[in-house]
């Protein structure tokens, strides 16, 4: 019972280090110091408090944030499902876009920085 537990768990945090990996490489990069802007890169931080104090700061209600803003051309939903900001996600009480892909876990990759820019 022990043994499946341990190897269990273990699986589990593999599978979350190999997802995390994949996020470390990628880098956003805010393309200017607009309000959209901004709030499209508290989303890419995935962390809930940083995104409420953000939506704070410009007075932002999450309905309008959800409706109104796109990052990089893409909505709110959109933006966050594509890069795996699942707790950006859960903050803003939207569910992520589910697709299925095959991806090569063991394929090794550079850096990627990716300009973030919001709705003017």
């Not at 110091?33 to 962390?47: E, P, R, S």
């Not at 940083?50 to 990052?71: A, G, V, W």
């Not at 939207?94 to 991806?103: A, G, M, R, V």
């Amino acid at each position: 019972m022990k043994r499946t537990t341990l190897l269990g768990s273990a699986g589990a945090l593999i599978l979350g280090a190999l997802s995390s990996h994949a996020m470390a490489n990628e880098q956003f990069v805010a393309a200017d110091n607009t309000v959209g802007t901004q709030l499209c890169m508290a989303i890419t931080k995935d962390n809930p408090l940083k995104l409420d104090r953000e939506m704070t700061k410009h007075r932002i209600q999450r309905h309008i944030m959800n409706k109104r803003l796109s990052c990089n051309d893409l909505s709110v939903r959109e933006f966050a499902s594509l890069y795996g900001f699942e707790r950006s996600l859960k903050k803003l009480r939207l569910t992520p876009l589910t697709e299925t892909s095959i991806h090569d876990l063991a394929q090794v990759h550079g850096d990627t920085i990716l300009v973030v820019s919001g709705s003017k």
